[in-house]
């Protein structure tokens, strides 16, 4: 059974910092592009950052600077780092891993609220 588990939101000051997980089981974790994607209340799922199977990372414009996804392929876990978070950070943050290039599949995890208010 495929499991994507995020981890690591909550309430943050704007400014401040938060680093969010995500621990895959279930997959071979390594072929897998991953993704951190986020909708806030009233508006579509928007792509935050990818990093695909051989390390390379992508950003939205809107995190360019702020935000820093990694992955630690012998833990089966994929972060993000977010720094200088802004109230229009707030939202739910979800994983995704993405394998369709090798017909492995696509999955989501549940989310996680991150919260940036004073």
């Known amino acids: 059974q495929v499991q994507l588990v995020e981890s690591g939101g909550g309430l943050v000051q704007p400014g401040g910092s938060l680093t969010l997980s995500c621990a895959a089981s279930g997959i071979v974790f390594r072929i897998y592009d991953m993704g951190w994607y986020r909708q806030a209340p009233g508006k579509q799922r928007e792509l935050v950052a990818g990093i695909a199977s051989g390390g390379r990372a992508n950003y939205a414009d809107f995190v360019k600077g702020r935000f820093t996804i990694s992955r630690d392929n012998a833990k089966r876990t994929v972060y993000l780092q977010m720094n200088n978070l802004k109230p229009e950070d707030t939202a739910v943050y979800s994983c995704?891993?993405?394998?369709?290039?090798?017909?492995?599949?696509?999955?989501w995890g549940q989310g996680t609220q991150v919260t940036v208010s004073s």
């Open positions: 995704n891993a993405d394998a369709m290039y090798a017909r492995a599949g696509n999955y």
